[in-house]
Each structure stands twice: as C-alpha cells, then as structure tokens.
C-alpha cells in the first residue's frame, strides 16, 4: 500500500511539473501568453504621450496626443530663458525633440541670439547652449530658424540652420549640427553663400544622405548641397544643367509677419524629392518631382493660382501627397505630383471661419493622422486619404491667436 501511494505521490509531482512548463510557454497556453505579454508591457511600456508638437511666435508651443485635443503653453516655463523670443521651427530624433528659435525678439535681433532646446517628451524642455562660430567669432551665435533631422553623409544628426554671417559674398550661414541632439558644432566648412540680406538662411531638407538647402538669398537662385561622404559641399545654381523646371522665386523673408517667399524641398514616404515654389516667369504656384538623375522636369501647376506659395508638404501612407497655402488653399495628387487637385477650404477654414495661411504639415504613421498648422493658431487635422474640405476638421485653441511656424510627428 506504502509503495503505491509513493508511487502515487512521484506520477502528481511528474504531472504538476509537466503542467508548469505547458503554462509558461507562450506559444502553447493561453496562461502563459498572457504571462508573456504582461512581462512584455512591463519591459516596454507603450508610448501613450505625446505624438504631435508645434512651436511658435511668443515662445509657444503646442502639444496633442492625438492631434484633435491640444494643449498650449508660451513663455520661459516651457522654454528656459525665452523671453519674447520667437520658435520658427521643430524636429523629431533620436528620441528627442529639438526646437530652435530666438531667445528674444525676432530673428532681425541677432549676435547671440540663438535659441535651441531639447525635450525627450514635447513637455519638459531644455535649453542648449549655441556653439560660437571659430570662423565668425565676434558673431558669437545668431538666430536659428530651421531645424531637420535624418541621414547626412551616412551619420544620423540633427542640422539647424540661422542667418548669415556676414553681408559679403562667400560668407556663410550659421550652421550648426548634433548626431545626439545635445552636442552640438558649428558646421564651419559648410560652403559660403552670395551676397545679401544678413538676416536671410535657406531651407533645409535630407535626401539620399544629402542635405538640400534651398537659398532665401544671392543674386540667382541657388541651393547650398552638402554630403561629406560624396565630397559634396557647394553652393550651386538651381536648377541644374539638363532640367526642364523653370527658375523659381527666391526672397528674404519678413519678420513681422512671419512669412517666406523661398522655394522649398521636401522629401516624401515614398522617398522621392520634391520641391514646391512659385514660378518665377508668372508667380503661379508650382511642384517639381526629381528624377533619378538628379534633373528636374517641368513644374507643375498645384492649382493655388499666382503668389500664392506653397508652405506645408506632407504625404501619408496611401501615396498621396499634400501641399497647403495661403487663404486655407490645399492641393492633393493622388499620382506622385504628377497633376493636382485644389481646394479652397479647408473645414471651417475659409467657410465659418477666417481665412488663414498654412506654414507646417506633417504626418503620423501610428495614428494615420495628417496635421497642418498656421497664422492665428490655426490647426488642421485629418485621417488618411483626405480629399475633400469636410474630411478636415478645423481647430483653434480658445483665447490663443499666435502664429504656429512649425509642426513635426514622433512617427513620421
């Protein structure tokens, strides 16, 4: 009897043990998927904050988890030591926010201006001392007024660009970069650029591990290309020699109110590059695709009209593209820029409410959301494939009419 209860005993301890093995594998029990999945959440906690951020004109910035419901703050509480002092632009990297603007006043205010700042959150920021530039060094550090981030050279880093040094022509931008968005160096071999306005940058954009700059001063149009790798660091007249796109306008911009007049590029999912301006012949509103051999075709029409420059660029995972104006104007192309569709309202932008100019779009791929932001706090937010005015809603933070310069996404 003794044996068989012993032999009882050893089968239930075999048979328990065996059970124990069955619920910890994930793969063949329900117990131990679950199991699997808590561990799992506990070591990598989903990111529920924030996934859109936009900084503007009075040290502002606006936040939104979802890019319906915003929340705005201004002043040196959310920007240490920025007092009166003007954000014009916003990137995401590295697992950090980067914003760049002034610390006071406009960027026409400039030695020793710069104002930069890192949040790994859009919530809790901090403010980055500038680098002082060798080449320059009575110019201490100037305004920044751009901001990007992504593959230069075959090195991931953040470059921000600010005003020109020096009046003269071969005097260059000041230009700064970070591979960690906390480090940063002056750029000093970064080519020189043609005479004029002091107060003028150009507009940056990355692009196959080169940096596209597009100039908002000289006496022609021009871009700044720079990728060390390739030995490719020049200031060049665009459009290149074998393209069929014609010369686009090229200005300074205005401090009061914000505004630029520079045509820009703009890099889509799809990985091509774009560049949307305004004809210089007749001031019509025009896109450009680039082909692989680097040449540009003809412009095409975006349907804005005459000076009425695109601002925003944005495309999402359907394979549209979207382009934004002045007056609440929005184009589509549906065919990789090859004709588009426009649009003179928005939601309630040019219909119930003013008509505003758009400055910033962008896209998130985790919440398939576009969002583009403008004059007097204006917001725009839609799902995926928009292309009518009623599949946008329109926003505007109650009591805050600022300017928003700029907008970026954690997942673009």
Request: with cysteine; net charge neutral.
């Amino acid at each position: 009897m003794k044996r068989f209860v012993l032999l009882l005993s050893i089968l239930q301890i075999l048979y328990c043990n065996q059970a124990k093995e069955v619920n910890i594998d994930a793969s063949q029990s329900l117990v131990g998927l679950s199991l699997d999945l808590t561990l799992s959440n506990q070591l990598q906690p989903p990111d529920n904050g924030v996934e859109f951020a936009a900084v503007g004109l009075a040290c502002s910035l606006w936040t939104s988890i979802d890019g319906v419901t915003w929340a705005v703050n201004t002043g040196s509480s959310v920007f240490p030591d920025c007092s009166g002092g003007n954000l014009y632009s916003i990137a995401y990297g590295n697992g950090l926010f980067v914003a760049v603007g002034t610390l006071s006043g406009d960027f026409t205010s400039r030695t020793n201006n710069c104002g930069l700042w890192t949040s790994p959150d859009a919530v809790t920021w901090s403010r980055i001392p500038c680098p002082n530039s060798v080449t320059y060094p009575a110019q201490g550090n100037l305004p920044l007024r751009f901001i990007t981030y992504g593959s230069v050279g075959g090195v991931n880093k953040f470059i921000a660009v600010g005003s020109k040094f020096v009046y003269s022509s071969g005097e260059k931008l000041y230009t700064i970069q970070s591979s960690d968005g906390v480090s940063w160096t002056v750029l000093e071999t970064i080519a020189g650029v043609d005479y004029g306005s002091v107060d003028a940058s150009c507009i940056p954009a990355i692009y196959n591990n080169t940096l596209y700059c597009s100039m908002e001063v000289g006496s022609y149009t021009a871009i700044l290309r720079y990728n060390p790798a390739a030995s490719i660091n020049a200031l060049e007249s665009f459009p290149p020699g074998g393209s069929s796109v014609e010369s686009m306008v090229w200005n300074p911009p205005t401090a009061s109110p914000y505004e630029m007049t520079t045509f820009q590029f703009f890099r889509s999912r799809s990985n091509n590059l774009y560049l949307v301006g305004t004809r210089a012949a007749d001031s019509v509103s025009v896109s450009s695709k680039m082909n692989p051999s680097g040449t540009w075709p003809a412009s095409v029409a975006t349907g804005f009209g005459t000076n009425s420059r695109p601002n925003g660029f944005a495309s999402d995972e359907s394979g549209n593209i979207y382009t934004f104006g002045k007056s609440c104007k929005w184009a589509y192309s549906s065919n990789q820029g090859s004709s588009w569709t426009s649009i003179n309202t928005l939601g309630a932008c040019g219909t119930t409410s003013p008509f505003e100019e758009w400055m910033s779009a962008t896209y998130s791929s985790k919440l398939n959301r576009l969002v583009v932001v403008g004059d007097s706090g204006s917001i725009g937010t839609a799902g995926i494939s928009p292309t009518l005015s009623s599949d946008w809603t329109y926003l505007q933070v109650s009591g805050i009419t600022l300017q928003i310069t700029s907008v970026t996404s954690k997942s673009k």
